[in-house]
């Protein structure tokens, strides 16, 4: 699993309103995951969709616990479920949030159209990414501090080493 934490773009900037109906603050911050299946998931079979759905659950368990944790510290934070693109945590604007979109403008990834679909294409991974997207009103220090703060299994976070449009880049080991 990778993550990094940047600036939210001049999109969501410009639709902080449209996404987050409830929000009465600005985002301060875009933690994008990155999650790489056993399988690539252009193509529909039973064991492409079984891997979405387990790394949807495996981002909305951990992304939960770092919204609750940013909430607690007393900020604006919402979990967009991967599937429909909308927040967990507020209303439903009226607009989905389109994380292809988002990793593109953060990371600038490279996409593709797939029957009617954006497709991710990671740098090392190819089509094989599942991406993820929460979105706080804390600081990108205050997230990296806290997502530091939230493992997953027991998992150490560790710098990727990649060249990236954010100082925030981070991988999971294991």
Do not use: N
């Not at 409830?22 to 994008?32: Q, R, S």
């Not at 990793?103 to 990671?122: F, K, T």
Request: proline share 6%; aromatic share 8%; charged share 15%.
């Amino acid at each position: 699993m990778q993550y990094s934490i940047h600036l939210p773009t001049p999109f969501i900037h410009q639709h902080t309103r449209e996404l987050l109906p409830d929000w009465t603050c600005a985002v301060g911050a875009v933690l994008i995951v990155l999650q790489r299946p056993t399988c690539d998931l252009i193509t529909r079979t039973h064991t492409s969709e079984t891997q979405k759905d387990s790394l949807r659950e495996t981002f909305l368990h951990w992304g939960l616990a770092i919204a609750e944790e940013l909430q607690h510290r007393g900020y604006a934070t919402d979990v967009f479920d991967p599937k429909t693109g909308q927040p967990l945590c507020s209303t439903p604007g009226t607009l989905w949030l389109d994380d292809v979109a988002v990793i593109r403008a953060c990371l600038g990834y490279p996409s593709m159209q797939v029957e009617g679909c954006s497709v991710v294409v990671h740098p090392l991974w190819g089509s094989a990414v599942y991406p993820s997207v929460l979105m706080s009103a804390a600081t990108p220090g205050v997230v990296r501090d806290v997502v530091s703060s939230v493992t997953m299994g027991g998992s150490q976070v560790r710098d990727a080493g990649w060249r990236t449009r954010s100082e925030y880049h981070h991988s999971f080991s294991g």
